[in-house]
């Protein structure tokens, strides 16, 4: 089946927080949204027909999670990736960021530090700060418009402990994001290899946050952080969703991998009356997406390429003076805006109101971001090329 990405939808009144919010957040109400992780192309039609089919039913009480919607978790690894998972290590969470919140609970105490690497998607912090916990950020470093990790960096992180020698290690892990968001970079086995040594060296747990790992560019492929080795399964918690690939952020269904039992353990533990199960047409359209979905999701990165390569040669050729970093993956577009002279506040009120273009600022990522801003281009052409036709307009009045 063809699918058509072109078709412009309106998604307003409708309760969409990208686009029913908009307007009061950014000031405008003609502004173009592009800013929230959300794509604006209807979901596959195979998994729309899967939640009528439950609604159906006519049942809505308290639901387990049934033995298929793991099946199918535990073969999409191995499909897609080459992963051999067991079932048990399978612990269905209603989101990923909620997920995150309970594994710093699970492996850390208050006063204990966990690893950030900035700039890097926001809720990350909170995650980290909500248990009473502080952040080490060792931030990525930005060479020739390409960024990397800091591996020596990293390594000094756990060496570094406050206080009177000897002192306990305080650093318990580090929160690692790959396909990583806001740059992009999907980090290589050989990268992924070498941090995770250094963590798991020193005593650490990497809690991987994989969800975007099926929205890769071409010539890219994602390794999962588990998948490495059986010492790195040993380590781990790695986090995944369909909700970034699917666009299914609203039934709030997330798998995470936890092959540890003791880790598992303490993540169950953690969980434990905060974080309840997903419901019942998040469970339904998780194992719509894993099992029927991939006809849909091959012509979506075909139709995001397209739009990424657009946008990157618009900039390149029209507005110069903000340089994109290509992403490797996710549809997200890190934006160097720092050749436009403006401050942090400058450059969120030229965007808003000169260019009435709704992105996130570079700074919600850490200070790292400032001077940056992070575009979503996962909608039809013609709202991308409207955006970049009003950006370009903006720049052009300076």
Not at 6 to 26: E, G, H, L, N, Q
Not at 150 to 161: P, S, T, V, W
Not at 181 to 202: A, L, Q, S, Y
Request: glycine fraction near 8%.
């Amino acid at each position: 089946m063809k699918y058509d990405f072109a078709k412009v939808c309106d998604r307003t009144r409708t309760d969409c927080v990208k686009w029913d919010a908009a307007p009061a957040i950014f000031g405008r109400k003609d502004v173009i949204p592009m800013w929230v992780a959300d794509m604006d192309f209807p979901v596959a039609p195979p998994i729309v027909e899967a939640l009528k089919k439950r609604i159906g039913h006519e049942f809505y009480g308290y639901t387990l999670p049934g033995g298929a919607v793991i099946d199918s978790v535990v073969e999409r690894m191995k499909r897609k990736f080459n992963w051999k998972i067991e079932r048990d290590w399978v612990v269905l969470t209603p989101g990923v960021v909620p997920a995150l919140h309970a594994a710093v609970k699970a492996l850390t105490h208050p006063g204990d530090e966990i690893i950030l690497q900035e700039p890097v998607y926001f809720p990350f912090f909170s995650a980290v700060t909500s248990n009473g916990c502080r952040i080490s950020n060792n931030e990525l470093k930005f060479i020739d418009g390409r960024y990397e990790m800091d591996y020596a960096g990293l390594e000094n992180k756990f060496r570094e402990q406050p206080g009177p020698l000897p002192a306990p290690n305080r650093v318990k892990g580090i929160i690692f994001c790959n396909p990583h968001n806001p740059i992009g970079r999907v980090w290589n086995k050989e990268e992924v290899t070498r941090m995770g040594e250094i963590v798991i060296r020193h005593g650490g747990t990497v809690i991987s946050d994989e969800i975007h790992c099926e929205i890769l560019f071409k010539g890219n492929t994602h390794t999962p952080f588990g998948a490495i080795s059986e010492e790195f399964e040993q380590n781990c918690i790695v986090c995944m969703a369909p909700s970034k690939t699917f666009n299914l952020a609203g039934l709030e269904a997330s798998s995470i991998i936890i092959p540890n039992k003791k880790l598992r353990d303490g993540f169950a533990a953690a969980r434990m009356g905060i974080l309840p199960e997903p419901n019942l047409f998040g469970l339904t359209a998780m194992e719509a997406a894993y099992r029927l979905g991939d006809e849909w999701l091959e012509q979506l990165l075909d139709y995001l390429q397209v739009n990424l390569d657009f946008a990157i040669a618009y900039f390149e050729t029209r507005i110069p003076k903000i340089k994109p970093v290509r992403p490797e993956g996710t549809y997200l577009v890190w934006l160097d805006c720092r050749a436009l002279g403006m401050d942090d506040t400058g450059l969120r009120s030229f965007m808003r109101e000169k260019a009435s273009v709704g992105l996130d600022d570079g700074f919600l990522f850490g200070a790292a971001g400032a001077g940056f801003q992070r575009m979503n281009i996962a909608c039809p052409g013609s709202i991308l090329k409207d955006a970049l036709g009003r950006i370009e307009k903006a720049v052009n009045s300076l």
